[in-house]
């Protein structure tokens, strides 16, 4: 599962479409933890979908990254300012690799 506390031991290594991502980073074989309130671990992602499907305010569209051992295809949260905090998407992920944030 993603590491929840990750924000004190990880540092934001860069950003893309305005979303964080936290390093380590080493393309496009690690990719880090992705967003600020709507985390998604993309080195654990199995593109599983059930968190695309999940959230009823479609925070989540996919994000292909090609290369990537773990899966090539990942829950990119481009609408991460309308999440609405329901925690779906978290409780639906098979690899726990989703952590939400309220502040
Ligand atoms: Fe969507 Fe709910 Fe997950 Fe926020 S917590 S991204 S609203 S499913
Ligand atoms: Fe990935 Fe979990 Fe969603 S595996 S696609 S974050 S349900």
Redesign the pocket.
Known sequence: PIDTGFKSKRQIAGQFRGINVWGPLDAPGQLGIWGTNVC?DFD?????????EACPVNV?EWLETPGHPA?EK??FMAREKDCIFCLA?EN????Q??KIFQK
């Open positions: 998604v654990i992602c199995v593109a599983d979908g059930a968190c695309i989540y899966s990942k829950a998407c639906v992920c098979p690899p690799a989703i």
